[in-house]
């Protein structure tokens, strides 16, 4: 059952359809990544609505995946143009996931290299800079401000407070 949702999550993720991945999680679950931290299953959710909203040219590779019933992993490429700056991106990203007694998602966390990421999406500042907890917490807290007015104009939810350091 869980391999069927790592493939119908990202199967969603492809088309674009942020509610139809909203669906997998509990409600209980967090996800954390190096762009937005940890986020609770309402941020989770409203993030890749907001992802898949925006994402003219978005397409999702899923390249590997497995799951025991509780657990799982997903190795899983987004090619994407990055809309604040125009440059094209390709993220090789690998995904952890806990499963709770129905079958969906509860946790998720997902690894990516970000100085890679940052190379691509910032150009000559993310080449410069991209190491640095500097900017990895300058793209966090933008991030997560990005996510807060989306989820406000979407439905006046609650607005997350930007993280304090990058561990958030």
């Known amino acids: 059952m869980s391999d069927e949702l790592i493939e119908r999550f990202y199967a969603a993720f492809n088309r674009r359809d942020g509610e139809a991945m909203a669906a997998c ?3 209980n ?14 941020q989770t959710k409203a993030m890749w609505q907001m992802l898949t ?8 590779e899923l390249l590997e ?15 994407y143009t990055f809309t604040r700056t125009g440059r094209p991106v390709v993220n ?6 806990k499963f709770d007694d129905d079958g969906l998602i509860v946790e998720q966390n997902d690894k990516f290299g970000f ?10 500042k993310g080449t410069w800079l991209g190491w640095t907890p500097q900017l990895q917490l300058r793209v966090l807290r933008e ?12 439905d006046g939810g609650t607005v997350p407070a930007a993280p304090q350091n990058a561990d958030e």
């Open 25 to 27: 999680y509990a409600p």
């Open 29 to 42: 679950a967090m996800f954390v990544d190096p762009a937005f931290g940890r986020l609770d299953a309402e």
């Open 53 to 60: 909203s925006q994402a003219d040219d978005l397409t999702v």
């Open 65 to 79: 995946h497995q799951s025991d019933g509780t657990t799982g992993s997903a190795r899983w490429i987004a090619r």
């Open 92 to 97: 090789d990203v690998r995904s952890t996931f």
């Open 115 to 124: 100085y890679r990421w940052a190379r691509q999406a910032l150009g000559r």
């Open 143 to 154: 991030a997560r401000s990005r996510l807060a007015r989306f989820m406000h104009e979407r």
